[in-house]
């Protein structure tokens, strides 16, 4: 029997993967898709209930021309499926004293044309009297922003590409040891895959498979993220009334009770190293504490709200932020994506564009996502 070789063999499908398959098909290339455990699923960094899509990244163009290209794309999904995978909550920035990365993100919106808007303390006050403004010299608001359903955008995303004609399999992949040219992967039940070209998009997984390359260059860091009950029969936790919110000096940010989940909490901040197969999911009481002294003091209605979920998911970051999106130095017909650092979820589309315009037209490449740049200890400035 002759087994079928694929165009592209792409393993992970989280959102950097189910995009670039979703991508390299529509170019008219033969894809497989493979994940161990499943699109989206719920220890995949992609697998949480909802993700921020903002424009504002400080002075960085790049990202904030990724999130518009992506927006875009993230809508066409949602009219192409017919489910609601975007929730146009805005998104609102609240700035301390000298918060410069704040400043640097509205000078960016400005000069690439994203709608957005200054608000006094005042104005923030008579808009949002569910937030308080202590500590705060003024917003900043993207009212074309807003939330993302992660895990069920991710798995719209995959069965519509099955529609369009790809290939998907429950599978777990061996890590490759060759140095040279790939010819195939294989299973951990022992089956191979043949395919051209391979896309590894395996999230916090990558320095398990590619340990030489990448154990020093991401690093998986345990993040704690909170829903807490709004009090009954008031709305003003939930979109429209509350939108999404960044605090950038405290690193904190929060999502509205969307599709009744609760009104969730999370704090930025790196966490501890984490192992993505065998770490635990159990959030800790400490995190729990920090979340809860910070809603208290922002959301004085919350105050004593019941925790009414809670997860623990994995940041992969690179030294500062930036993706990886290149070719393996050995394995040239290996392509690496990961490094979303916390901030990727928003930016599939345009990966999965990205990885394509790499692959079939050996296109532009951008320094900022190349291995070879990639340093061993972690200094973060995307965020
Ligand atoms: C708590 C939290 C909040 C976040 N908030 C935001 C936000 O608000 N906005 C935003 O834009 N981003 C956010 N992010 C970041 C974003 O979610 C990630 O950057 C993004 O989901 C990474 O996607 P990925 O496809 O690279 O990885 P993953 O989603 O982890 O996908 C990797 C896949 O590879 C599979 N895999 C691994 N090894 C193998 C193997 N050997 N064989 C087969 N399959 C394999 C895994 O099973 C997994 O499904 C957040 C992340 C977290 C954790």
Same mark, same amino acid.
Request: glycine content about 10%.
């Given at each position: 029997?002759?087994?079928?070789?694929?165009?592209?063999?792409?393993?992970?499908?989280?959102?950097?993967?189910?995009?670039?398959?979703?991508?390299?098909?529509?170019?008219?290339?033969?894809?497989?898709?493979?994940?161990?455990?499943?699109?989206?699923?719920?220890?995949?960094?992609?697998?949480?209930?909802?993700?921020?899509?903002?424009?504002?990244?400080?002075?960085?163009?790049?990202?904030?021309?990724?999130?518009?290209?992506?927006?875009?794309?993230?809508?066409?999904?949602?009219?192409?499926?017919?489910?609601?995978?975007?929730?146009?909550?805005?998104?609102?920035?609240?700035?301390?004293?000298?918060?410069?990365?704040?400043?640097?993100?509205?000078?960016?919106?400005?000069?690439?044309?994203?709608?957005?808007?200054?608000?006094?303390?005042?104005?923030?006050?008579?808009?949002?009297?569910?937030?308080?403004?202590?500590?705060?010299?003024?917003?900043?608001?993207?009212?074309?922003?807003?939330?993302?359903?992660?895990?069920?955008?991710?798995?719209?995303?995959?069965?519509?590409?099955? =529609?369009?004609? &790809? %290939?998907? +399999?429950?599978?777990?992949?061996?890590?490759?040891?060759?140095? !040279? *040219?790939? /010819?195939?992967?294989?299973?951990?039940?022992?089956?191979?895959?043949?395919?051209?070209?391979?896309?590894?998009?395996?999230?916090?997984?990558?320095?398990?498979?590619?340990?030489?390359?990448?154990?020093?260059?991401?690093?998986?860091?345990?993040?704690?993220?909170?829903?807490?009950?709004?009090?009954?029969?008031?709305?003003?936790?939930?979109?429209?009334?509350?939108?999404?919110?960044?605090?950038?000096?405290?690193?904190?940010?929060? =999502?509205?009770? &969307? %599709?009744? +989940?609760?009104?969730?909490?999370?704090?930025?901040?790196?966490? !501890? *190293?984490? /192992?993505?197969?065998?770490?635990?999911?159990?959030?800790?009481?400490?995190?729990?504490?920090?979340?809860?002294?910070?809603?208290?003091?922002?959301?004085?209605?919350?105050?004593?709200?019941?925790?009414?979920?809670?997860?623990?998911?994995?940041?992969?970051?690179?030294?500062?932020?930036?993706?990886?999106?290149?070719?393996?130095?050995?394995?040239?017909?290996?392509?690496?994506?990961?490094?979303?650092?916390?901030?990727?979820?928003?930016?599939?589309?345009?990966?999965?564009?990205?990885?394509?315009?790499?692959?079939?037209?050996?296109?532009?490449?951008?320094?900022?996502?190349?291995?070879?740049?990639?340093?061993?200890?972690?200094?973060?400035?995307?965020?």
């Amino acid at each position: 029997m002759t087994r079928k070789t694929f165009d592209f063999v792409v393993i992970g499908a989280g959102v950097f993967g189910a995009w670039a398959a979703h991508e390299l098909l529509r170019s008219g290339h033969s894809v497989l898709l493979l994940d161990a455990y499943g699109p989206a699923h719920s220890r995949a960094s992609s697998g949480g209930e909802s993700r921020i899509i903002r424009m504002g990244y400080g002075r960085d163009a790049l990202y904030t021309r990724w999130s518009m290209r992506s927006l875009d794309k993230w809508k066409a999904l949602e009219e192409e499926v017919g489910r609601r995978i975007f929730h146009p909550t805005g998104m609102l920035w609240l700035v301390g004293k000298d918060d410069t990365y704040t400043r640097q993100t509205q000078q960016t919106l400005e000069r690439v044309g994203v709608e957005h808007q200054q608000l006094s303390v005042r104005e923030l006050e008579d808009r949002y009297p569910q937030i308080s403004s202590a500590g705060i010299e003024w917003a900043l608001w993207e009212p074309g922003s807003g939330v993302l359903m992660a895990r069920q955008a991710v798995q719209a995303l995959v069965a519509d590409s099955i =529609l369009r004609g &790809l %290939e998907y +399999r429950l599978a777990s992949i061996v890590a490759p040891t060759t140095k !040279a *040219r790939l /010819d195939h992967v294989v299973t951990n039940a022992g089956e191979k895959i043949l395919a051209g070209t391979f896309v590894f998009a395996c999230g916090p997984w990558l320095p398990t498979l590619f340990p030489d390359l990448l154990a020093q260059r991401i690093f998986p860091t345990r993040q704690e993220v909170f829903f807490f009950a709004p009090p009954p029969g008031d709305d003003s936790f939930a979109s429209p009334a509350m939108p999404a919110w960044f605090h950038h000096p405290a690193l904190v940010y929060g =999502l509205p009770d &969307l %599709e009744s +989940r609760g009104f969730k909490v999370s704090v930025d901040k790196h966490g !501890a *190293r984490f /192992d993505p197969e065998t770490g635990s999911r159990q959030a800790s009481a400490e995190g729990l504490a920090i979340a809860r002294e910070y809603i208290a003091r922002r959301f004085p209605r919350l105050k004593n709200a019941p925790l009414s979920e809670s997860r623990v998911c994995q940041y992969e970051n690179t030294s500062n932020g930036d993706f990886v999106i290149d070719h393996h130095p050995e394995m040239a017909n290996v392509v690496i994506a990961g490094g979303g650092s916390g901030h990727g979820f928003k930016h599939g589309p345009a990966v999965g564009e990205y990885i394509t315009e790499l692959l079939t037209n050996s296109g532009i490449v951008e320094t900022r996502f190349v291995l070879a740049g990639k340093s061993t200890t972690q200094a973060r400035n995307v965020f």
